[in-house]
């Protein structure tokens, strides 16, 4: 079973800067995509921002300008910068990995809360 490990999260001031990591817990072949979802209690879970084996990036539009997704497909670790962070940026974070079998895999998310 692959696992996820999220670090990065933590407590920054507007206007900050964080930087998210997920590594899968072992070798792990056929990733379509990886990325970043975020969730506030109660609500649903949004996309942030993914990118497929092929480099190709996708983002929540109130992110776009602010946050940089990457991967490193040789250790299957995608990366999240998220500068000019936001008070309404705090959620929690999860990592998300879809294979090309199309099985959805999360991490267990990392806080993120932004202070004003």
């Known amino acids: 079973q692959v696992q996820l490990v999220e670090s990065g999260g933590g407590l920054v001031q507007a206007g900050g800067s964080l930087r998210l990591s997920c590594a899968a817990s072992?070798?792990?072949?056929?990733?379509?995509?990886m990325g970043w979802y975020r969730q506030a209690p109660g609500k649903q879970r949004e996309l942030v921002a993914d990118?497929?084996?092929?480099?190709?990036?996708n983002y929540l539009d109130s992110v776009k300008g602010r946050f940089i997704i990457s991967r490193d497909n040789a250790k299957n670790t995608v990366y999240l910068q998220m500068n000019s962070l936001k008070p309404e940026d705090t959620f929690v974070y999860y990592c998300?990995?879809?294979?090309?079998?199309?099985?959805?895999?999360w991490g267990k998310g990392t806080l993120v809360t932004v202070s004003s």
């Open positions: 072992e070798t792990f072949f056929g990733i379509d995509a």
């Open positions: 990118i497929t084996s092929g480099g190709n990036t």
């Open positions: 998300h990995l879809r294979s090309i079998r199309g099985i959805d895999y």
